[in-house]
């Protein structure tokens, strides 16, 4: 009777679990071994392995990436003739024990960025009224930094005027975990967003507390890792949100979006100005909108006006008695608004182009602070543990 032989040895299951310490999880960064998201690991004599992975909850929207990841990270493994995947879902006590792992033992939920000893900054993206391009501004620096290596987060905290997903092409839905909030990535950024839970383009019409309260979980409820930079969308003018920012965040720098139009900067003076009843640090001017390049030639059209940007920066230099630089200004450019609309930030698309080299430039500029600020001598403290 013919018995089936093989010639090579079946792989360990040292080896296979090896490989999947390489796997990390979409959402939350950190190896599925770690996190106790491997159910088992069956090994057949002919090489085959039969590997059991646990979702954190049921119909995780990155399910198809999990098990293309597992196998592949298998397959690698020497000895392996064939790799399957099984599927199974956390049960409440799991996820309870995963939710507490990832907040470092600590059960009472916290603004991480407001701990003593983060290392995250945090820019309050600000200005004096709308329609100046704040969230383009703040989609290109998150997509530049992130570009530039750095672990970048975007909250958009403008409650009524959402629109950050759209423009930085985050199309994903938050997983929730016990009562952690796992966010998108797109482009390399995290983000979240009121618009992740409103149905449609439906409008968001809510009192003071509530706004305080969504910005409080979007900050404390949400899983968002070891980040270098978090930047936040925040509504135009001095309202709720930017001074639940300040209380919430006390140590969140302001950047200042103006275009040049003499009106337009006085609004945003007033709204940079809030850092003095904050005691908030203003981190800079940036000037949108500064005018528009001739298709023809070589001359820049003053569209809005000139000097709105260096008008506000000495205006906030005087009320604050600390020197505001301005930044840079940001040309006026198509290919900056067809970004927006597409979800392609110009800084990735056309990084080339006047507005994304502009834009790479100010990134440049606020990324560095934050590697200066890594490179002190602060010991090995985390960024974040949640």
């Given at each position: 009777?013919?018995?089936?032989?093989?010639?090579?040895?079946?792989?360990?299951?040292?080896?296979?679990?090896?490989?999947?310490?390489?796997?990390?999880?979409?959402?939350?960064?950190?190896?599925?071994?770690?996190?106790?998201?491997?159910?088992?690991?069956?090994?057949?004599?002919?090489?085959?392995?039969?590997?059991?992975?646990?979702?954190?909850?049921?119909?995780?929207?990155?399910?198809?990436?999990?098990?293309?990841?597992?196998?592949?990270?298998?397959?690698?493994?020497?000895?392996?003739?064939?790799?399957?995947?099984?599927?199974?879902?956390?049960?409440?006590?799991?996820?309870?024990?995963?939710?507490s792992s990832l907040r470092g033992g600590q059960t009472e939920?916290?603004?991480?960025?407001?701990?003593?000893?983060?290392?995250?900054?945090?820019?309050?993206?600000?200005?004096?009224?709308?329609?100046?391009?704040?969230?383009?501004?703040?989609?290109?620096?998150?997509?530049?930094?992130?570009?530039?290596?750095?672990?970048?987060?975007?909250?958009?905290?403008?409650?009524?005027?959402?629109?950050?997903?759209?423009?930085?092409?985050?199309?994903?839905?938050?997983?929730?975990?016990?009562?952690?909030?796992?966010?998108?990535?797109?482009?390399?950024?995290?983000?979240?967003?009121?618009?992740?839970?409103?149905?449609?383009?439906?409008?968001?019409?809510?009192?003071?507390?509530?706004?305080?309260?969504?910005?409080?979980?979007?900050?404390?409820?949400?899983?968002?890792?070891?980040?270098?930079?978090?930047?936040?969308?925040?509504?135009?003018?001095?309202?709720?949100?930017?001074?639940?920012?300040?209380?919430?965040?006390?140590?969140?720098?302001?950047?200042?979006?103006?275009?040049?139009?003499?009106?337009?900067?006085?609004?945003?003076?007033?709204?940079?100005?809030?850092?003095?009843?904050?005691?908030?640090?203003?981190?800079?001017?940036?000037?949108?909108?500064?005018?528009?390049?001739?298709?023809?030639?070589?001359?820049?059209?003053?569209?809005?006006?000139?000097?709105?940007?260096?008008?506000?920066?000495?205006?906030?230099?005087?009320?604050?008695?600390?020197?505001?630089?301005?930044l840079g200004s940001i040309p006026i450019d198509v290919r900056?608004?067809?970004?927006?609309?597409?979800?392609?930030?110009?800084?990735?698309?056309?990084?080339?182009?006047?507005?994304?080299?502009?834009?790479?430039?100010?990134?440049?500029?606020?990324?560095?602070?934050?590697?200066?600020?890594?490179?002190?001598?602060?010991?090995?403290?985390?960024?974040?543990?949640?």
């Amino acid at each position: 009777m013919a018995t089936d032989t093989y010639d090579t040895a079946a792989p360990s299951e040292d080896a296979i679990r090896a490989a999947l310490a390489t796997v990390n999880d979409p959402e939350i960064q950190r190896p599925i071994t770690e996190l106790g998201m491997v159910k088992s690991v069956g090994i057949a004599a002919d090489g085959t392995v039969a590997v059991a992975v646990y979702l954190t909850v049921a119909g995780c929207p990155m399910r198809d990436k999990i098990t293309s990841m597992v196998t592949e990270a298998v397959s690698r493994v020497e000895n392996v003739t064939g790799v399957t995947v099984e599927l199974d879902v956390m049960s409440d006590e799991q996820r309870r024990e995963l939710a507490s792992s990832l907040r470092g033992g600590q059960t009472e939920r916290e603004v991480p960025f407001a701990k003593p000893g983060s290392l995250t900054r945090v820019y309050a993206v600000a200005s004096g009224k709308g329609g100046v391009g704040k969230s383009s501004v703040t989609v290109n620096l998150a997509a530049a930094m992130a570009a530039d290596g750095l672990k970048v987060g975007v909250v958009d905290a403008d409650i009524y005027g959402h629109s950050v997903p759209r423009m930085l092409g985050a199309d994903g839905r938050p997983t929730q975990v016990e009562n952690m909030i796992m966010p998108p990535s797109a482009n390399g950024v995290k983000v979240i967003s009121i618009g992740m839970f409103t149905p449609g383009n439906a409008p968001v019409v809510w009192r003071g507390p509530m706004l305080h309260r969504a910005l409080q979980q979007f900050l404390a409820d949400v899983f968002w890792g070891d980040l270098d930079v978090l930047l936040l969308d925040l509504p135009p003018g001095t309202g709720d949100i930017a001074i639940s920012v300040a209380q919430l965040v006390p140590n969140a720098e302001i950047l200042v979006v103006t275009t040049p139009q003499q009106a337009a900067a006085e609004v945003a003076e007033r709204a940079g100005s809030i850092a003095v009843q904050t005691h908030q640090k203003i981190v800079g001017v940036v000037e949108n909108m500064s005018g528009l390049p001739c298709p023809h030639c070589d001359e820049m059209v003053d569209v809005f006006g000139t000097g709105g940007g260096q008008k506000v920066a000495e205006g906030l230099t005087r009320t604050t008695g600390a020197t505001v630089p301005v930044l840079g200004s940001i040309p006026i450019d198509v290919r900056l608004r067809e970004g927006g609309d597409e979800g392609k930030p110009v800084v990735l698309t056309d990084p080339d182009s006047p507005a994304g080299s502009a834009l790479r430039a100010i990134a440049g500029k606020l990324g560095g602070r934050q590697r200066g600020l890594s490179g002190m001598s602060l010991g090995i403290t985390p960024r974040n543990k949640f």
